[in-house]
């Protein structure tokens, strides 16, 4: 069943974060490998901004709809980032602003030619861009829920275990509007399947990866998509990439993780 924009907005919203014991890591911290995650995270979330600003210069932004989506999606990711902060600076770590102002410096080169580029292939693909962009925003929001989930199980901290229910919920909303829009959209255009299909097989990489260093992209994978259990929350992604139309097969996760996990020894 299609997801609509209004039954998207009914619920979008700021992170409730109310009742959640912060302080509390002070007498029970995360460990060093959890840490690292949410270092991982909070910088992605952060980042959310920069990748609606390049959204904006391609094709989706004639789409109300879509735009209507983004917009709500990059600020309940803003408050997704801004509660993973509260959980580092209780362990006496760097941040919010001043964390997210360091990375986006020294980025600053590399995000000014991935705008130019990323305007100039969505030119070329025209109205099947939006297809391709609600599929990968599926694949992604999957893949994000899941570390999420991850993180919780491999942790077993209680204060942390609630704090990310509730960002999955809100991550789950947007599963549900990224996936509908994307099965419709393809499900209307063989042009859009295939240039979609071609794009995830050559060009998708594990969420973050073109902003944090390989070793912690390879880190991660280790970590949270490790082992029997990992695999197989890897494998049900895998699963429901499959039931896009045009995109069965691709095996985008557990092929991904398998390469970055070999990619560089875990420190």
Same mark, same amino acid.
């Not at 952060?46 to 391609?58: A, F, P, V, W």
């Not at 600020?75 to 990375?103: K, M, Q, T, Y």
């Given at each position: 069943?299609?997801?609509?924009?209004?039954?998207?907005?009914?619920?979008?919203?700021?992170? =409730?974060?109310?009742?959640? #014991?912060? $302080?509390?890591?002070?007498?029970?911290?995360?460990?060093?490998?959890?840490?690292?995650?949410?270092?991982?995270? !909070?910088?992605?979330?952060? !980042?959310?901004? %920069?990748?609606?600003? #390049?959204?904006?210069?391609?094709?989706?932004?004639?789409? /109300?709809?879509?735009?209507? +989506?983004?917009? %709500?999606?990059? +600020?309940?990711?803003?408050?997704?980032?801004?509660?993973?902060?509260?959980?580092? $600076?209780?362990?006496?770590? &760097?941040?919010?602003?001043?964390?997210?102002?360091?990375?986006?410096?020294?980025?600053?080169?590399?995000?000014?030619?991935?705008?130019?580029?990323?305007?100039?292939? &969505?030119?070329?693909?025209?109205?099947?861009?939006?297809?391709?962009?609600? &599929?990968?925003?599926?694949? =992604? $929001?999957?893949?994000?829920?899941?570390?999420?989930?991850?993180?919780?199980?491999?942790?077993? =901290?209680?204060?942390?275990? $609630?704090?990310?229910?509730?960002?999955?919920?809100?991550?789950?909303?947007?599963?549900? +509007?990224? /996936?509908?829009?994307?099965?419709?959209?393809?499900?209307?255009?063989?042009?859009?399947?295939?240039?979609?299909?071609?794009?995830?097989? !050559?060009?998708?990489?594990?969420?973050? &990866?073109?902003?944090?260093?390989?070793?912690?992209?390879?880190?991660? %994978?280790?970590?949270?998509?490790?082992?029997?259990?990992?695999? /197989?929350?890897?494998?049900?992604?895998?699963?429901?990439?499959?039931?896009?139309?045009?995109?069965?097969?691709?095996?985008?996760?557990?092929?991904?993780? #398998?390469? +970055?996990?070999?990619?560089?020894? /875990?420190?």
């Amino acid at each position: 069943m299609r997801t609509t924009i209004d039954s998207y907005k009914a619920r979008a919203g700021r992170l =409730n974060t109310d009742g959640i #014991d912060f $302080e509390g890591f002070k007498d029970y911290p995360l460990s060093a490998e959890a840490l690292r995650s949410l270092r991982y995270m !909070h910088d992605i979330e952060h !980042h959310t901004i %920069c990748y609606l600003r #390049d959204l904006l210069l391609t094709p989706a932004h004639r789409d /109300a709809e879509v735009t209507s +989506f983004l917009a %709500c999606w990059a +600020f309940e990711e803003l408050w997704h980032g801004e509660a993973i902060a509260d959980v580092l $600076e209780a362990h006496g770590e &760097s941040a919010g602003a001043p964390r997210v102002a360091n990375l986006r410096e020294r980025r600053k080169w590399r995000d000014t030619m991935e705008v130019a580029s990323h305007f100039g292939a &969505s030119t070329l693909a025209g109205a099947s861009f939006v297809a391709l962009h609600m &599929s990968w925003g599926a694949v =992604n $929001e999957w893949t994000t829920q899941a570390g999420y989930a991850r993180l919780a199980a491999r942790e077993a =901290n209680p204060v942390l275990t $609630e704090l990310l229910k509730r960002i999955m919920k809100q991550e789950g909303g947007h599963i549900d +509007f990224y /996936a509908s829009e994307a099965a419709r959209r393809l499900g209307e255009s063989k042009k859009a399947q295939k240039l979609t299909r071609f794009a995830l097989k !050559h060009l998708w990489r594990p969420v973050g &990866s073109g902003v944090m260093p390989k070793s912690e992209v390879a880190f991660l %994978c280790r970590f949270l998509f490790g082992g029997s259990d990992g695999r /197989a929350v890897a494998e049900r992604i895998d699963r429901r990439v499959d039931k896009l139309p045009g995109q069965d097969g691709l095996g985008l996760l557990t092929t991904a993780i #398998d390469n +970055f996990s070999r990619l560089t020894p /875990a420190a």
